[in-house]
């Protein structure tokens, strides 16, 4: 097959989940033959094609480029244009079902569409070319992606996401096939899109896949290489992320006795600096900045997602899982779906905060006395869920038309 994939950002423009997940699944997909091309948003208006581990990149123009994230001084109009910009204003979004036509493809799976257009579900359509969509996020149904709001969930559509939202998810309906990243996305969007097109008799689960190359490199991470036993967050520094929580859990309790708390990643400075007063005067807390994964699973014994939001998958997860990690998350989203309840990791509710040092608590008691049981499960559920050639042949039953 010749598989288009699109998404709004990519590398270098912004390397995040989604475009993690989408080069993983390009390369596994390429290795069985296929041939692969991903297709984005040129942020800096520069459109050309490049090649990141021999798959091709094309990069195309689009209206909406000056709004994108990779811009670090968008205004917060900028934001809300990159999000109803290609929906509402007339010609606003960016026809690629040409690019798409030259390249010959027999099917194209989409992912992020804002700054882009979800027209382009239909303009591929009409030309003849099955649709795939895979959907990491919320942006179908909440402006701001995230169904969260002033510190809490939605469980609702608020009325400004009705509205603005509305276009967009009239056309998100219009795919031919859908792939969730967990079971919480899925049930998500089957209670607050109940007429869904589609989406619900032609709907499947797919957890995103391990990257080849981490594949390699995590093979290493084994063995503790440091003394004491140590705690790890890993992901950016914002309210969502649940870090605060963390700090404020592991202050307050018994577990600053006996670990130590690694974060790494990066924020906004003033929120950082707040983190940083916060942990101000203890020397069990380190903030690494940003940090090479490999590193740092290296580095620590047990990983803890504490999201706040209802995040769909966070790769964090099944990452540290692959070195032999236990993790410790939130009950918000699909983060359950990465544990198995007490022998690969715990969950815990944010709303009830000192659960989490409970759990810390509890599994740094177990790993004290653990002979490596714990790691070669924990290793075990990230191979047989995330696996790039399980992931890759589960797309390709998808993709198959």
Known sequence: MRIALVNNTFEPFQVGGAEKSMLARAKGLAARGHVVRIFTLAADGHARIRELDDIPIVYFKGRWAKCSPWHEDRTRLDKFL??????????????ISVLIEDFAADVVNFANLPGIGYENILSVRKAGIPTVMTIADFAPL????????????????????????????????????????????????????????????NSHIIFNGLDKTFLEAGRQVTGRSHEGLRIGFMGQLKPTKGVELLIRQFLASEVSES???????????????????????????????????????RSVDLVVVPSLWAEPLPRIGYEANYCGLPVIVSNRGGCPELVETDKTGSVFDPDDPDSLSREMFKWIERLQGDGGEIGLRAKHKALRDHHPEVVADRYEQVLTF
């Open 142 to 201: 909440c402006i701001g992606t995230t169904m969260f709001r002033s510190g809490t969930e939605c469980r609702t559509r608020c009325l400004s996401c009705r509205l603005i939202s509305s276009q967009r998810l009239r056309r998100f309906n219009l795919a031919d096939r859908y792939v969730f990243v967990s079971r919480h996305m899925q049930d998500t969007y089957h209670r607050l899109n109940p007429g869904g097109g589609n989406m619900k008799s």
């Open 259 to 297: 670990a130590t708390l690694r974060i790494a990643g990066v924020g906004e400075e003033t929120y950082t600096n707040h983190l940083q007063e916060l942990a101000k005067g203890s020397d069990r807390i380190e903030f690494l900045g940003w940090s090479d994964p490999i590193a740092f699973y």
């Open 82 to 95: 990159w999000h109803a910009g290609p929906e509402w204003v007339p010609g606003g979004g960016t026809d």
